[in-house]
């Protein structure tokens, strides 16, 4: 309560002393007391940018169906790591061990999705 007290006093002699006028025997009209100079908002470090512009390389592989799923199909490009494909994309039932050609877009520049995969072709002849 001590610092609400203090904070109001100081507030009120500032506010006075901002209000004061020049005696009356001073000739012409009395100028404004000096204030304190107004303060600058203070400068937020800025988040680097998330997103575009990106850059992709583009590259047409060979995926091989590894899981089937009611709303998504698990796809396998040789030994790397199986991937998704919603199973809207598929003309039709895919089968495990189909091959696919599926293009890979994989990020060049920027921080956009790193990787990102789209069918292309019906499965290969096997």
């Known amino acids: 309560m001590k610092f609400v007290s203090l904070a109001?006093?100081?507030?009120?002699?500032?506010l006075s002393a901002a209000c004061q006028t020049a005696p009356?025997?001073?000739?012409?009209p009395a100028e404004p007391a000096?204030?304190?100079?107004a303060q600058e908002a203070p400068v937020l470090p800025v988040k680097p940018k998330v997103g575009g512009p990106c850059a992709y390389e583009y590259s047409v592989i060979d995926a091989v169906v590894v899981a089937v799923a009611e709303n998504d199909v698990r796809l396998q490009e040789g030994t790397e790591r199986a991937f998704s494909l919603s199973r809207a994309q598929f003309?039709?039932?895919?089968?495990?061990?189909e091959t696919y050609k599926v293009?890979?877009?994989q990020i060049t520049k920027g921080t956009c999705v790193?990787?990102?995969?789209?069918?292309?072709s019906p499965p290969a002849d096997n």
């Open 8 to 14: 109001l006093a100081l507030a009120a002699l500032s």
């Open 24 to 28: 009356a025997d001073s000739e012409g």
């Open 34 to 37: 000096e204030t304190a100079p």
């Open 91 to 97: 003309p039709s039932a895919p089968e495990v061990g």
């Open 103 to 105: 293009t890979k877009q």
């Open 114 to 120: 790193p990787v990102m995969y789209r069918l292309v």
